[in-house]
């Protein structure tokens, strides 16, 4: 009896946990027209970035509710490839534009626009990481990391 009693609470303490998180969240999360999402970054809690390739936009949102809207706004000369979270910053990879963008994941603002390719050519600045005194950039075009 004892051992049939502690399967069956086991069961139970496992069953609830995955029945709560399907409800606690939803399983699409829409953005808004237009937007061309690529990469994607986790903050503080539940919250969200996802860049919009050819304007630079960068939306933020809950993941938990499902809301959220533009927080870094589109500009010309601007793109938001790879995305990545850190310490208060976010960190933008500029696809053709041979550019890293960092801005402050408070309130938007650029902290930082850095020049990554040089020398003229093609260039897709892909995707970013960052690590423990760097964030390192990838180039789809060139063989390097920045």
Same mark, same amino acid.
């Given at each position: 009896?004892?051992?049939?009693?502690?399967?069956?609470?086991?069961?139970?303490?496992?069953?609830?946990?995955?029945?709560?998180?399907?409800?606690?969240?939803?399983?699409?999360?829409?953005?808004?027209?237009?937007?061309?999402?690529?990469?994607?970054?986790?903050? %503080?809690?539940?919250?969200?970035?996802?860049?919009?390739?050819?304007?630079?936009?960068?939306?933020?949102?809950?993941?938990?509710?499902? =809301?959220?809207?533009?927080?870094?706004?589109?500009?010309?000369?601007?793109?938001?490839?790879?995305?990545?979270?850190?310490?208060?910053?976010?960190?933008?990879?500029?696809?053709?534009?041979?550019?890293?963008?960092?801005?402050?994941? %408070?309130?938007?603002?650029?902290?930082?626009?850095?020049?990554?390719?040089?020398?003229?050519?093609?260039?897709?600045?892909?995707?970013?990481?960052?690590? =423990?005194?760097?964030?390192?950039?990838?180039?789809?075009?060139?063989?390097?990391?920045?």
């Amino acid at each position: 009896m004892r051992r049939t009693l502690l399967l069956a609470v086991t069961v139970a303490v496992v069953a609830v946990p995955a029945a709560f998180a399907k409800a606690a969240f939803p399983e699409t999360i829409a953005l808004p027209n237009g937007w061309q999402p690529e990469g994607i970054a986790i903050g %503080r809690g539940t919250t969200f970035y996802v860049g919009s390739i050819p304007t630079g936009a960068v939306y933020r949102g809950d993941l938990r509710t499902g =809301k959220g809207a533009p927080f870094v706004q589109g500009a010309t000369g601007r793109a938001a490839v790879g995305v990545d979270f850190d310490r208060g910053l976010l960190f933008v990879a500029g696809g053709p534009t041979g550019k890293g963008f960092v801005y402050d994941a %408070r309130n938007g603002a650029l902290v930082r626009e850095l020049q990554l390719a040089t020398g003229g050519g093609a260039t897709f600045v892909n995707d970013v990481v960052v690590a =423990k005194r760097a964030a390192w950039f990838t180039d789809s075009n060139r063989a390097v990391l920045y």
